[in-house]
């Protein structure tokens, strides 16, 4: 990987973690606070990009406005999947297990449906992802509600994990073989997940203004930095392989995990961290 690609990665990592601590701090409807933020980043991202890209010959075509399609589908399961994990359990358990389990599917499809050829530290780097979840998951205090949280967080963690190997995949498929330009493409996408939501926001007005009043700061964040950081990602995407990408994206675990120790006072921070450490170093191996 060059350093520009990496310098992209790295960047979107510490960004990722960053929204990802405002959006737990949102309690309220979970439809309601994706449809807002992805909403906000239609509407400061679409304006940029017809600017950017308008009479491109990828712009407005059947396969770009079907990626897109694809793609906002793909972010609303990843964005409902996170939410509610993020309302039942803690941040330090859901933000490892979801970015740790993403990788690990992402190399079993490139085996099973790909076809792709796997190498022994790969295998390895499976293993080691699932142990370092398994001690992130584990890392609660032993009682009975803290272990009813920890299995929610890893239920809702491995959805969440499931839906960021599904956009990865087909996300990295549209902006090299489809060649479609990133920024119009996450904007797209971005109208998308609104559009497609607006059927289940039937009766969520209330919520959605409660939301807007209390949580606009929470909104906005999400808003301008869920969008820049997977940007920076699809355009490192364009001239690094995502078996690259996506497992140096993911040390934005060891962020999220101290965020949710200073931010929220979530306990066991030295075992969340080895954790964390582990589901890395599992990450690395499979980059190999």
């Keep these: 990987m060059s350093s520009a690609a990496l ?16 959006a737990k701090r949102v309690t309220g409807d979970s439809i309601a606070f994706v449809w807002l933020y992805a909403t906000a980043s239609a509407l400061l991202w679409v304006p940029l990009s017809v600017a950017l890209e308008w009479g491109q010959a990828s712009f407005l075509s059947w396969s770009f406005i079907g990626a897109a399609a694809l793609t906002g589908a793909l972010h609303n399961a990843y964005g409902l999947s996170l939410q509610t994990g993020y309302r039942k359990a803690d941040l330090g358990v859901v ?7 993403g990788p690990l599917l992402t ?4 085996l099973l449906v790909l076809g792709e050829k796997i190498q022994w530290p790969n295998a390895v780097g499976g293993v080691v992802v699932i142990a370092g979840v398994a001690v992130v998951a584990t890392a609660t205090n032993r009682t009975k509600t803290s272990g009813r949280s920890a299995y929610a967080g890893l239920v809702w963690g491995l959805l969440t994990g499931t839906a960021i190997a599904g956009y990865t995949l087909w996300d990295n498929h549209a902006v090299t073989a489809l060649g479609l330009a990133p920024v119009a493409y996450f904007a797209a996408g971005a109208a998308a997940q609104s559009i497609t939501l607006l059927p289940w926001m039937r009766g969520r007005w209330p919520a959605a203004r409660e939301l807007v009043t ?35 994206r993911e040390s934005s675990i060891v962020v999220g995990t101290l965020l949710g120790w200073w931010m929220f006072g979530e306990g066991r921070l030295a075992r969340k961290l080895l954790g964390s450490c582990v589901v890395l170093a599992g990450i690395a191996l499979i980059a190999l």
């Design 95 to 101: 933000y490892p297990v979801a970015r740790g389990t």
């Design 107 to 110: 190399m079993a499809v490139a």
């Design 214 to 248: 209390q949580r606009r700061r929470e909104i906005g964040i999400v808003a301008v930095l869920s969008p820049l950081a997977y940007v920076l990602v699809l355009i490192a995407m364009q001239t690094t392989p995502v078996a690259l990408v996506a497992p140096a």
């Design 7 to 22: 310098s992209l990665v790295l960047t979107a990592a510490l960004l990722h973690a960053l929204w990802n601590t405002a």
